[in-house]
Structure formats: C-alpha cells, structure tokens
C-alpha cells in the first residue's frame, strides 16, 4: 500500500502544482493561489494520514493526537515550494505509543516529494518551547487543527494563548530580537537591490510581524480583526493588503519559474519581470529600474507602516509613565520634555495639525534636547499630514535649515521627514529619488536610501576621532554641508550627466529655501564636484605636485575642501559595506592633507620637508654601514635624490634603507643575481604589498603584473620607481584572494619567488591565469558593456595618462600592459580599479625616452591600439 499513496500523493502534488501555476499566469491573484495551494497540501497529508492509520490497523492512539500545520502552511501563504512546517500533536500519556506513526508517517511525506519540517510535541511542551525561542513561537501563532483529535487541539490553543497574556512585554522584546537578528543576515534595510522578499526587511516577514505582535498584545493574529478593534489603521490595512498581494505573487513567481524555493530576486530575476510585467522604460529608466521602484514603494510602505503598529503596541508601563510626567519640563504650553522624549501637550497638536513649520520645530527641539518624540505625537502628525497635506513657507524653510545645522539626531529625522513625503516639500528631487534604484553592481541601495545613508554617516563623525571627523567637527556652520549630502546624487534617473544636473537642482533647492549667494554658491559646488576627490585619489598618482595644485585652484577654498573630504567620505561609506575600506580613506586623507597644505600655506611644503629629513636618516643609516665610504656615500645620495616625494610617503627611514640596501646587491651582469622581490602584509590597508627590483633595461611591468594575476592576487595600485643607476623599484599593493587577512610567510616567499622567475623570464608566452568562479547573471550583466580609453595629457606635467574602462576577464591587466609595452610606453605609475566585472584601469606612462606623448596622431593610435587589444582579449573562464 505505501508505494500506492506515495505515488499517488506525488501525481496529485505534480498536478495540482501545475494547475496552480496555470492560474497564476492567468493573473490569479496571489494570494487565492496560495490559499489553493494550502488546500492541495492539506488533502494531500490527509490522504497520507488515513494511509499511516490503516497501515497500522487504526491504533487507538489516533483519539490522542492531532495533526497542526503552522507556520506559512499553518497561516494558508503558502509559496509553491515552501517547506511544510507539521506539528504532531500528542498526549502526554500517549508519547512512546505514537513514535512508530510518526516515523512512518514523516517518511511517506517526504517520499511524496515536500521539504517538511516536523515536530512530535505534547501541548505543554510546544508550549514551553514557544516562550523560550521566538521563532517557534511565530510559527506556533499560525497554529491551526488539521486532523485527529480536536479537543487536544483545543487545550494547546487555549494554553497557548492563556500564557502569551501573562508574557506580552518579553515575548514582543524576543520577536524584535528575533526579527533584527534576521534583518541582520538577509538585509536591514528595505531598499537592498538584492533583496530576499521574504526576509529582507519591508519583505513579507514585516507583514507576518503584525500577525505576531497583534497576537501577543490583542489576542488576534487576523489584520482585518486587528482593524476592527482599533489596534490598526483602516488606511495602513489597506495599504498592507495592496502590499501582502504584490509580494505574494512575486513570491509565487519566483518559485514557479525556478521550479524550488526561491525568495532572493537577484539581477537576472529583476530583468526578466520587467519585461513578464510589461515595463518599457524610458530615456532616463531602464524598465527593471521603474520595476524595482515598484517592489520598493511597496516595501517601503510595509516597513514604515509596520513600525508604527510594533511601536503602538509596545505601550508603556505605568511605572515609566509616573516618571517621565514626574522629571518631564514644559515648553511653554506646547511641549513636554521628559527624561528620554519629548511628546506634544493636547495644544501641541492641535498646533502640530498639518503645520509643517511647528512639526519642524518639534524636530528641531527634539535634535537639540537629543530626545526622541513619543510614538503617540508621531502618529497625530502622521495622520495629520495625510489629512492635510503641508506647504513650504519662508519660516518652515528657516526652521528646516536650523534643524539642518546640528548633527545629533538629524538622520532619523530626515528619514521620519521622508517617510511623512514632507522631505520632499523641502526639497523636491526627493519625490523623483524615492524608491530609485541604480541598476548596477556597485550602489547597494536605491538613490533616496544612500543620501540618507550618507547623512547617518557624516552626523556619525561627530563622534569619531579619525582626520575625517576632526575635520567634520571644525566646520563651524554644517547645515549646508549637510543639505548637500542630502542632494548629492538627487540628478541620478535623468539623461543628463547626474552632478551637473544636480547642480543645477541644487541651485533651485538654494533659491527654494531662501539660501545666501554664498550659501548657494557652496552647495552647489560640492554637489557638482562631489565624486572629483575619489577620482583623484583613486585614479591619479598623488605625488604628482601637479595633480595636487591642479585639484587645489579647482576647490580654492579650504572650507570647501574640508566640506568635500567628508563628504567624499560620507557617499562611498553609503554605497554599500566595506567601500570605504582603510585604503581608500587614506588615499583620500593624502589629497586632503596635500590639498589643504597647498591652499593654507605659502612656500612651506611639508611633503619635501619629510622627504629632506628622512633621506638625511637613510644616508646617517646608510654611512654607518659603510664606515662611510665615499663612493657608498655617492651611491645613497644618487638613489635617494632620483626617487620622488610620492616614495618616501608611507616608508620609514629603515623601510627605505633596508629596500635600497637589497636593490644595490643586484648585479645585472651575473644570471640568478638580477632580480630580487619581497612581500610585507598591510593590515591597516588589509593589503599585501610586494616590492621588485629589477633593472630598467627589462621590461617587467607587464611579466610581473601577469605573475601575480596568475597567483590569485588582485592589483589595487602599482607604482615604478627609477632608480639613478639602472634600477627600477616595482611595487604592488594587492589582495591575496586565497587568505582573509594576512597570508602566511610562505605564502610571501612562493610569490616573490614567483616574481623574480617573472622578472628574468624573456618567454613572450602570456602566463596561465587561474579560473574564477562567477555569479553568470553578475558577468552576463556587464559582458556588453563597451570598452572605453580615454588619454589625458593636462593633469600630469611629467607624465601622460591613459585611462581603460571596461569589463573584467581573467589576465586583462596583463593584456594591457603588454599592449603598453609593444606600443613603447614606460609605465611610471598605474592604479587599478575594480568593482564585480567593472575595471577602471589608470596608467601614468612615457615614451621609452621619458618624454610624454604630444603627437595627435599617435595619441589617436594609441587609444585604438589599447581598444582593440582589449576588446579582443578573450576571457577564458
């Protein structure tokens, strides 16, 4: 009989799945699929229940144990290839005697093909287990009877909601827990461009919330009763219905297509329902772009709307209310102020209804007390503003710049503004950048959650003690700074070139809100030049004096300078974790120092100062070795004057003395003694740096760039130094992308050997590179995306610099500096960038003559050359 009902309950799953989906791509809404999905489980674990139970010779234990589906399954939302979560339900008595039909009866439901996840449970130990882990508990919320004895269900319902009531306030702190524990893996914030649309938060999870805190606080996990007894807003109903029916068939979508459980909606998926849901497009938005500006106003909603509920049904306790009136102090007969918030009196909010100047003194009060505002004056104003939509006024754009100028609780104040869409009444753009997404791997949130981000970063520096917040915290007056973060990336979804266009934005914004001239004139300069610091210091060799003074005359004042590092700082920080990485800080550290050297100071540079100091502490080490030979002495001098400043920025005298003391072993006249290579971890950078000499005559860049690629590494920055007599000095700041941290020794040692074999090597065979695993939606992504080489011949006095954007492939830095090298180009210096498949590729480079490159026509070869090359590169991988 088992394979009977096995494969019976298979066909039935098979077909009924089928039918299922056939009415999904009819545009059966999703949750009737899921309720009818529901169903199709529920007959079959019936079927296969009635099976176990014959098989056994009906046991009389069946009067003493009931079937309990909960979880989704339990709450009839099911997704098509969700797991079944089953409870078996027993008497305490009846234990030992129904282990035999459980086994059995687990076994025949997995045969039939269902991801199950059971438990044999007596009702006082569901019980207990559900008020010690709050992910049972949730599932058990969604309890319902199935089969078998309905009186033994009963007692475990009754039991399990008699003793939630004794236990309201602990088990709503352990479902928050729970939930940010979750946030915390799968996304904390809604507008993850990768997101899980279960788990990801505003994802269906925050739905099944006020389920959850609904039943622990009023006694009812139904939305339509929580409304009816006042517990939940009719408008917030009706917005989180909308909501439950979008994202649960995208749900059923996801699974359907994948043909298993599939929650994540990666790159591949977003493209393919925009063009299944009918988006075109336009000049400004690809149509997975207004898709996904779709899935985020929804889940956008859902998390602010559910926070609202979680916040009203935590209600204060008696004992915090008697002492916030106690130790709470009145504003005049508006506000008052207690120990940790500050709430509107019953004038208050008659003054606060829809007045968008008193709710943004209330915000401005609430900044400076550092205080919060009490859930009970958030939802007057929340209502209030939906009833009667604000307008800007000369003193409401006043009080929005005073609360602009102070740090303390300004980012969760413009996300409360934003979430109210009163943020966009202040300054407009914000209504064309809610919900935006960029539809590139690089931003990791949508346009209106990274300016907000931004903001969260740069108030932070107030309370940092690295460059970037001594430098935020002597800026005397911040509310324009601060309104330009906001704005920063406000032109993004247009045609036009987003910073200028922003700019312009700005400009209007300035005009809006009553700024002064100068008031205008620096925002709308930061928000113009706000990636022009990255590029430099990420692109640019910045022991270029040329780069320094170029970058210095385009900023002209060192309060703008300071203004933009911090806000450099602030954007890269919130385009996703771990862009600001301590490298990158301190590149742009370097520009802001060097920069502001240059501004402030006049005939003093400090850059040469340290050089002159420490090679007069290199020749002291140096003469003391040699007993202070004369032509040893004439050699340190020869070597030290012929590095330049950019060389000694990071080193000690020991550092360089110990380097040059290796490099003047080598003898390029003797095989096996022509070139010499180290490896030392920088775990401030978390980055290896390894260090070749060789001598100038070989023609290592491109060998050597090429071995380490070879060896798993990749390339953050090169640097060439020539020496006085023939030597060159090759350094290489990498990441080891076999090791998390520091490699061990040998590790060093294989690839410095690996390096000098590359740097004697004459074979002109490219060396083997090592396959990469990759995400084939990522790569597929970005394959089209065309190859770009631009040259610069103004920014470096000494060198020109050719610039390649293009899609990454295994051995293509190799490519290029090879290319560099036929075309008889000397690499001086080169930065490499890449982020998943983009590459921006910078190389400072000379004809072999140490001239730069002046003739149009070679110029125009040149590019193509590097073009050709590498759109012609195969990546084998």
């Not at 269906?204 to 919330?209: E, G, H, K, V």
């Not at 800007?392 to 413009?414: D, E, Y």
């Not at 007599?725 to 020794?745: C, S």
């Not at 990522?778 to 470096?796: G, K, L």
């Amino acid at each position: 009989m088992t394979p009977d009902i096995v494969t019976a309950a298979k066909q039935r799953l098979e077909e009924g799945r089928a039918k299922l989906r056939s009415q999904h791509e009819a545009g059966s809404p999703g949750i009737q699929v899921c309720t009818r999905l529901t169903d199709l489980l529920d007959l079959v674990l019936l079927e296969i229940y009635e099976a176990v139970l014959e098989e056994l010779g009906q046991p009389p234990v069946q009067n003493q144990i009931a079937l309990v589906p909960h979880g989704g399954y339990g709450r009839a939302d099911v997704a098509p290839y969700s797991d079944v979560d089953l409870m078996l339900l027993c008497a305490p008595e009846a234990t030992e005697e129904v282990i035999p039909l459980a086994r059995r009866l687990t076994q025949h439901i997995f045969d039939a093909g269902l991801d199950l996840g059971f438990s044999l449970r007596t009702p006082r130990q569901a019980c207990q287990l559900a008020l010690k882990d709050a992910t049972i508990f949730t599932s058990l919320v969604e309890s319902r009877y199935l089969a078998g004895s309905v009186r033994l269900f009963t007692r475990f319902a009754n039991s399990f909601k008699r003793q939630t009531r004794f236990r309201v306030s602990s088990l709503i702190a352990q479902i928050e827990a729970a939930r940010a524990d979750e946030k915390s893996q799968y996304g904390d914030t809604v507008y993850l461009l990768r997101p899980n649309v279960k788990r990801t938060r505003g994802g269906l999870r925050d739905l099944q919330m006020v389920r959850w805190i609904g039943f622990v606080r009023y006694g009812e996990a139904d939305p339509d009763k929580l409304e009816r007894v006042g517990a939940l807003l009719p408008e917030d109903r009706a917005v989180l219905k909308r909501s439950y029916e979008f994202l649960l068939r995208l749900r059923n979508e996801l699974h359907f297509h994948a043909g298993r459980s599939q929650d994540v909606l990666g790159k591949h998926e977003q493209v393919r329902l925009a063009e299944k849901l009918g988006f075109v497009g336009d000049s400004a938005s690809l149509p997975v772009e207004q898709f996904m500006q779709t899935y985020f106003e929804h889940t956008g909603e859902v998390r602010y709307r559910v926070a609202h509920f979680v916040a009203g049904a935590k209600r204060r306790t008696t004992v915090s209310t008697i002492l916030g009136g106690l130790f709470s102090r009145r504003m005049e007969t508006v506000y008052r102020i207690g120990p940790r918030q500050i709430s509107a009196t019953k004038q208050g909010l008659a003054q606060l209804s829809g007045d968008l100047e008193e709710v943004l003194q209330l915000m401005d009060l609430a900044n400076n007390f550092n205080k919060r505002i009490d859930h009970a004056t958030w939802q007057f104003i929340r209502r209030a503003m939906t009833d009667r939509p604000p307008r800007l006024t000369h003193n409401a754009a006043r009080r929005f710049m005073s609360l602009l100028s102070q740090p303390t609780r300004l980012a969760s104040l413009l996300r409360r503004l934003h979430q109210l869409r009163a943020l966009e009444i202040l300054v407009p753009p914000m209504t064309h950048a809610r919900s935006r997404m960029q539809f590139n791997d690089y931003h990791k949130y949508t346009v209106d959650e990274h300016s907000l981000r931004a903001i969260e970063y740069i108030t932070g520096l107030a309370r940092e003690s690295n460059s970037a917040g001594r430098a935020y915290r002597n800026l005397p007056q911040k509310a324009i700074l601060h309104l330009a973060v906001l704005m920063h990336d406000l032109g993004k979804g247009f045609p036009e070139d987003h910073s200028e266009l922003g700019a312009k934005l700005a400009g209007e914004t300035a005009r809006r809100l009553g700024l002064s001239d100068d008031d205008t004139a620096t925002l709308q300069f930061l928000v113009l030049k706000h990636l022009r610091m990255a590029h430099l210091a990420f692109q640019h060799n910045l022991s270029d004096p040329s780069v320094i003074v170029q970058f210095a005359v385009e900023v002209g004042r060192p309060d703008w300078l300071r203004m933009l590092y911090v806000l450099t700082c602030a954007d890269l920080s919130a385009v996703g974790p771990g862009v600001l990485n301590s490298w990158k800080f301190d590149l742009l550290t370097q520009l802001f120092y060097r920069t502001r050297d240059e501004l402030e100071s006049e005939n003093y540079d400090p850059a040469e100062r340290r050089q002159h100091q420490l090679q007069a502490k290199v020749l002291r080490l140096a003469g003391a070795k040699s007993d202070h030979d004369d032509l040893a002495d004439k050699w340190w001098t020869r070597q030290l004057d012929s590095l330049p400043w950019g060389y000694y920025e990071s080193r000690t005298a020991k550092q360089v003395f110990e380097e040059l003391s290796r490099i003047r072993k080598l003898d390029f006249t003797k095989p096996g003694n022509d070139a010499v290579a180290w490896g030392r971890y920088l775990p401030d950078q978390q980055a290896v740096e390894y260090v070749v000499g060789t001598s100038a005559d070989v023609p290592s860049f491109y060998r050597l760039t090429g071995a380490l690629s070879s060896k798993g590494h990749q390339i953050l920055r090169a640097e060439v130094h020539t020496l006085a007599d023939g030597a060159v000095i090759d350094r290489y700041f990498v990441q080891d992308l076999d090791f998390k941290g520091e490699p061990p020794a040998e590790r060093l040692d294989e690839v410095a050997q690996r390096l000098v074999a590359a740097a004697i090597n004459e074979s002109d065979q490219p060396p083997r590179f090592r396959r990469v695993w990759r995400s084939g939606e990522d790569h597929a992504a970005f394959r089209q995306m065309p190859t770009e080489v631009r040259i610069d011949n103004s920014t470096s006095a000494r060198h020109t610099i050719i610039s390649v954007l293009t899609y990454d492939r295994l051995g293509l830095l190799y490519a290029i500096s090879r290319t560099l090298y036929d075309l008889q180009l000397q690499v001086g210096f080169a930065k490499i960038g890449t982020h998943v498949d983009q590459v921006v590729d910078v190389f400072y480079v000379t004809l072999r003559n140490g001239e730069k490159l002046t003739d149009p026509a070679e110029m125009e070869r040149v590019r193509e050359e590097v073009r050709a090359r590498v759109e012609g590169w195969r990546d084998e991988s």
